[in-house]
């Protein structure tokens, strides 16, 4: 992300794990969470969605879990966005005659 | 960056506009009349697109004054290459960008954006790959009055995610740009956007989980929880092992 940071680098433990889940091995609680953005995102082949549709079937806590996980995100987009805050886009008068003056400054000097 | 009152206010402080979208011929000729160096255009881009520009910023950076100055600098960082610009995207598309690239900017020299782990903020699992703790299903949406708190409290638990996850939350979840872009801004590959999106909206989910389950007296589970390293979710042991 940054500058100089290292990257998360799972793309070897997806392989492995799509691998895993391909050759039929059972699918954990785990797995579903792991995978589960791919999942939503429809990102995961056939077979594997079907797989992960026949787990969340029978398991109640991955079927609360992925409730609540889409409700995060909905709750993310609603407290953040500027209707459900009106301040977080009230622009000071001093900013607006302050990055005009700095506008105007740099124009005489050119 | 200076702030200082120049000329007298002309106008009551602006929100965020909700103006319909300029035409084809509004945006060329905004542009042209931006190149030609019109000080009526600056001002009109400024007053039309600083409302958003600034929510954008507060949102990234939570000082306001670092908002207020990347700001400044992203309409002076977009007047000096005004002659550049093409019209491949919508002014406001534009200036959106070179905000955000902006307040980046300001988070990377304060090394905020360096590596943190999310041990401890993401699910716990036992060492077969199930669920260890109950998971409680959620309140339903709350009253009007209520719903004030609860937009807080996600706010707040939004700020309590490490920099590195929080940034990708807001950019991908919040300002709406797609992986690519995302990607391109962070200097990072799309894969790792996508991976520190899907992490962050879990520490985010465990950070409000306390707050929003239906059976509140019923949760045994702290506020963070603290898995052992046993019980650790692959995805929590691969962000340790490759210093994420």
Not at chain 1, 84 to 96: D, F, I, R, T, Y
Not at chain 2, 39 to 49: C, G, I, L, S
Not at chain 2, 99 to 114: E, G, I, P, S
Not at chain 2, 228 to 244: C, E, I
Request: proline fraction near 7%; charge should be neutral.
């Amino acid at each position: 992300m940054s500058r100089g940071s290292p990257d998360p680098q799972p793309p070897q433990l997806t392989a492995d794990m799509l691998a895993r889940l391909k050759s039929g091995d059972k699918l954990c609680c785990r797995d579903f969470s792991d995978f589960l953005m791919a999942y939503l995102d429809g990102e995961l082949g056939c077979d594997v969605a079907c797989r992960f549709d026949q787990h969340l079937a029978k398991c109640p806590p991955c079927k609360t879990y992925v409730e609540t996980y889409r409700a995060t995100v909905d709750l993310a987009k609603e407290s953040c966005c500027p209707k459900a805050n009106p301040q977080l886009g009230k622009m000071p008068q001093e900013l607006v005659n302050a990055i005009l003056h700095a506008v105007t400054s740099e124009k005489k000097c050119e | 960056m200076s702030r200082t009152p120049t000329t007298p206010a002309t106008t009551a402080a602006s929100a965020v506009s909700a103006a319909t979208p300029p035409t084809a011929a509004d945006e060329r000729d905004l542009v042209a009349r931006l190149q030609k160096g019109e000080a009526a255009a600056y001002e009109q881009v400024v007053r039309d697109n600083g409302p958003r520009m600034l929510a954008v910023a507060r949102r990234i950076l939570t000082d306001e004054s670092d908002a207020q100055d990347a700001v400044q600098e992203a309409f002076l960082s977009a007047f000096r290459s005004i002659a550049k610009f093409e019209g491949g995207s919508l002014v406001s598309t534009w200036l959106h960008r070179i905000t955000v690239n902006a307040c980046l900017m300001r988070l990377r020299k304060k090394r905020r954006l360096d590596e943190v782990s999310l041990d401890g903020m993401l699910p716990g699992f036992s060492p077969e790959g199930y669920v260890t703790k109950p998971t409680d299903t959620w309140v339903d949406r709350p009253s009007s009055m209520e719903q004030a708190e609860l937009r807080a409290t996600v706010r707040a638990a939004i700020d309590k995610l490490p920099e590195h996850y929080r940034i990708v939350l807001i950019l991908r979840d919040i300002e709406a740009m797609d992986t690519a872009q995302t990607a391109s801004l962070l200097e990072t590959t799309e894969a790792a956007v996508k991976i520190r999106l899907h992490r962050a909206r879990q520490a985010l989910r465990e950070l409000l989980d306390p707050s929003l389950r239906d059976h509140p007296d019923s949760s045994a589970v702290p506020s963070v929880r603290v898995p052992s390293p046993k019980n650790q979710s692959a995805a929590s042991v691969a962000t340790k092992n490759s210093g994420a």
